[in-house]
């Protein structure tokens, strides 16, 4: 799939946005956001993005502060899996 984006030259001037490089950013900006949504996962992040090694794929999500939601209640049922599975309930 191909998208054209129009950019007015002032503003991208302002932007200091560099034609080589702005169809990549805006593909990174796309695949963090649909990270974030939980719409994809780490796997799909590194196949788009066409990554070496997955933690070049978690440095990117890092460094985009795309981190999936982790709730209390999630870090509580984890630590009651880790109970069970211990046999220390």
């Known amino acids: 799939m191909q998208i054209i984006i129009e ?3 002032d503003i991208a001037n302002q932007l200091q946005v560099q034609p080589a490089n702005i169809s990549r950013r805006v593909l990174e900006l796309i695949v963090a956001d649909n990270y974030r949504r939980s ?3 780490a796997a ?10 997955r933690w ?5 999500l890092k460094r985009e502060q795309a981190y999936l939601p982790y709730t209390e209640e999630d870090l509580e ?3 009651q899996a ?6 220390n309930e």
């Open 7 to 9: 950019l007015p030259d």
């Open 39 to 41: 719409r994809i996962g």
């Open 44 to 53: 799909e992040v590194h196949r788009i993005l066409n990554f070496s090694s």
């Open 56 to 60: 070049e794929t978690y440095e990117f």
């Open 77 to 79: 049922e984890d630590v």
């Open 82 to 87: 880790i109970r069970n599975i211990l046999g």
